[in-house]
């Protein structure tokens, strides 16, 4: 086990020391985002465990709420890995992360396994919350196929939607959202 914690932390200081080297692959959260400063939608969904986890729970809580393509992909487990080697640092500034995508509970529950995560990863098979976040979106050339955008909410203690980042890239994206979150808890 103190192996994979300093394996974490090492991922998380190497996608820090990225940002630094690569600006380019920063992002900034959207202040003109349609969501930012209404509330978040509702969801209840299964986690890994099977067991339901509801926005409201966390009332009270700030929600880094973030959505990703599929398991088991590269950039879709550096981010997994990036939050879960980062949660002390969000629950420390009273925030719980939470990660979802359209794979089912089993898909999660390998995944959640196979990475050691550290925090609730969701499964959304029916894409009604991905849809009512704006992150179903169609796959440009290919036509009818939909993916995930990797997207990032961060959601104020009265569930308004307090920044948003869309289009994500990995490299920098968890320290990026705890500066932000940093920020709003001053």
């Not at 900034?28 to 969801?43: H, I, N, Q, S, Y």
């Amino acid at each position: 086990m103190v192996h994979n914690s300093i394996t974490e932390r090492l991922q998380v200081r190497f996608i820090d020391l990225a940002r630094t080297f690569f600006p380019d692959n920063a992002m900034t959260d959207t202040t003109d985002d349609p969501l930012v400063g209404k509330p978040a939608p509702d969801f209840c969904l299964p986690e890994a465990d099977e067991k339901t986890i509801c926005r409201a729970d966390f009332s009270g809580s700030f929600v880094v709420l973030y959505f990703y393509p599929r398991d088991n992909t590269p950039g879709c487990t550096l981010e997994a890995r990036g939050f879960s080697a980062a949660v002390d640092d969000f629950s420390a500034l009273g925030a719980v992360i939470l990660g979802v995508s359209g794979d089912s509970v089993d898909s999660h529950k390998k995944f959640a396994e196979k990475q050691n995560l550290r925090f609730p990863i969701l499964s959304d098979t029916s894409h009604a919350v991905l849809k009512s976040y704006g992150v179903w979106k169609e796959k440009k050339g290919i036509g009818a196929l939909f993916s995930t955008e990797r997207s990032t909410f961060l959601i104020d203690p009265e569930g308004i939607v307090a920044a948003a980042w869309r289009k994500v890239r990995v490299f920098g994206h968890v320290g990026e959202v705890r500066e932000r979150l940093q920020e709003l808890t001053k």
